[in-house]
């Protein structure tokens, strides 16, 4: 089981910038996939993006071009950069893992809070 810890939520003004970390224990973040997935309130939880065991990564088009994930091997901790940050970018965002051989997210963190004010 893959143990992770979000942290670096904040409240920003509109395009502004914040980097969420998320902090692994358990099992190497290069032998997994990482995922940033948010919810709103009200809303259900949506995808961000995510980053591949082999470094691959893929984000939803709502953050295309905005948002970066990266990976330090060293800390064992997968990275959200969000750049030009839009009121309705405000979400807790979670980061979720999974093994290669598993077709679900079974390891989330706790969550940590977005607010970006227009």
């Known amino acids: 089981q893959v143990q992770l810890v979000e942290s670096g939520g904040g409240l920003v003004q509109a395009g502004g910038s914040l980097r969420l970390s998320c902090a692994a224990s358990?099992?190497?973040?290069?032998?997994?996939?990482v995922a940033w997935f948010r919810q709103a309130p009200g809303k259900e939880r949506e995808f961000v993006g995510t980053?591949?065991?082999?470094?691959?990564?893929l984000y939803a088009d709502p953050v295309k071009g905005r948002f970066t994930i990266s990976r330090d091997n060293a800390k064992n901790a997968v990275y959200l950069q969000m750049n030009s940050l839009k009121p309705e970018d405000t979400a807790v965002y979670y980061c979720?893992?999974?093994?290669?051989?598993?077709?679900?997210?079974?390891?989330w963190g706790q969550g940590t809070q977005v607010t970006v004010s227009s």
């Open positions: 979720a893992a999974r093994r290669i051989s598993e077709s679900q997210y079974n390891s």
């Open positions: 358990g099992r190497t973040v290069s032998s997994i996939t």
């Open positions: 980053i591949w065991n082999s470094g691959s990564r």
